[in-house]
């Protein structure tokens, strides 16, 4: 398997989980930017998933399963992509789950 089948392989299953649990495609997005402007940092979007689902944000208008559910997609998701690879295959399934509304 290529690189590239390798990373909208997993851009599907992204995509599936992020339509199964109804989760805001916008704000699955802006998880992606944040660990692209984090330097693909493992450890630094962990904290930042979990400081969303137990402290939400006041302004936001997301419940707070909203980001439950999208810190729950991240930690289930046993990729073997890393770094550029496991950012592109996120953003790909955000795409993806856009196109299957």
């Known amino acids: ?11 599907g299953r992204v995509a599936s989980e992020l339509r199964r649990l109804a989760v805001d495609l916008a704000e699955a997005e802006k ?3 944040y660990f692209i402007g984090h330097n693909y940092k493992e450890d630094q979007m962990v904290r930042y998933l979990e400081l969303l ?24 998701w046993r990729t073997p992509l890393r770094d550029e690879d496991k ?3 996120w953003g790909w ?9």
């Open 1 to 11: 398997m290529s690189e590239w089948d390798s990373i909208m392989a997993e851009a």
């Open 53 to 76: 689902a137990t402290n939400p944000p006041v302004r936001s208008r997301r419940s707070q399963r909203h980001y439950q559910s999208l810190r729950e997609i991240w930690q289930r």
């Open 87 to 89: 950012a592109r295959a």
């Open 31 to 33: 998880i992606g930017d």
């Open 93 to 101: 399934g955000v795409r993806l789950a856009k196109t299957e509304r």
